[in-house]
């Protein structure tokens, strides 16, 4: 080969891996970037979501973390979730409490300060113990939301607006598709090209959260807890 040919070849490489390792978006260098993917990264942005909620449907277990920003406030997750039951935690104006649901129960656990109704004596028996929250309490609906895994991600894993596809990227060290909704004012959906095109990283319509996904497939246990760590409180939680 020519040396004008070898040297241009080696600047081509060298621009290559500079694009590769110094950027997130992975495109051009006359690679296709679909070699050894799972194909998904071929298909128009509708087929993607309908594929990627297929596989989140489909997969039996899924942590997710991040923030999600409902009526004006903001909770931040660490949850594992799957058919029958979840655990994590939530975070949300400096007070951190641990979810547990097993099948339909689901527990509650919080410090003093969190249970702060103005019963003292109250609080206290409360305090680092998993309180069963009543089903016709209105804390059950509002938090076992955050348990389930089929209502949680299909309130979230829709895009709004007109979908299309926005190169080729990255999400913890997976290759992915990135979708999105509206120009990205709808939404972001970032599809892994790897294995199952499961959902890893979603920026949420209207800067109300961003989240990642990951383990999926992966089980853990649920559990009741044990007798002494639990606290029946009655039909009604107090005020938090």
Same mark, same amino acid.
């Not at 039996?60 to 923030?67: D, E, F």
């Given at each position: 080969?020519?040396?004008? /040919?070898? +040297?241009? *070849? =080696? ?6 891996? %500079? &694009?590769? $390792?110094?950027? @997130?978006v992975?495109?051009g ?7 050894g ?13 309908? /594929?990627? +909620?297929? *596989? =989140?449907?489909e997969?039996?277990?899924?942590? %997710? &973390?991040? $923030?999600?920003v @409902? ?60 309180v ?5 309490d ?50 972001t ?21 961003t ?30």
């Open positions: 080969m020519p040396l004008g /040919r070898v +040297r241009r *070849a =080696a600047l081509v490489t060298a621009t290559c891996a %500079l &694009a590769v $390792t110094g950027a @997130t992975l495109t260098c006359g690679d296709d970037p679909d070699a993917t799972n194909g998904v990264g071929k298909l128009p942005a509708g087929r993607i979501q309908a /594929r990627t +909620r297929a *596989a =989140a449907d997969a039996p277990a899924v942590r %997710l &973390a991040g $923030t999600v @409902t009526s004006g406030r903001t909770y931040r997750l660490d949850m594992r979730l799957k058919e029958d039951g979840g655990t994590g935690s939530v975070t949300s104006r400096g007070a951190t409490f641990r979810l547990l649901r097993v099948g339909t129960e689901l527990y509650l656990k919080a410090d003093a300060a969190f249970w702060n109704g103005g019963d003292k004596s109250a609080a206290g028996k409360l305090d680092g113990k998993y069963k929250v009543p089903q016709g209105p804390a059950y609906k509002k938090f076992s939301g955050f348990t389930d895994k089929d209502l949680l991600l299909d309130g979230l894993l829709t895009l709004h607006g007109s979908l299309a596809t926005d190169g080729h990227h990255e999400a913890a060290g997976t290759r992915t598709i990135r979708i999105t909704g509206d120009d990205g004012d709808g939404g959906l970032e599809v892994s090209l790897e294995g199952e095109p499961y959902p890893l990283r979603l920026e949420r319509a209207g800067s109300a959260g989240l990642t996904f990951s383990d999926w497939g992966k089980d853990f246990a649920v559990a009741r807890p044990a007798k002494g760590e639990t606290v029946d409180y009655g039909k009604q939680l107090p005020a938090s």
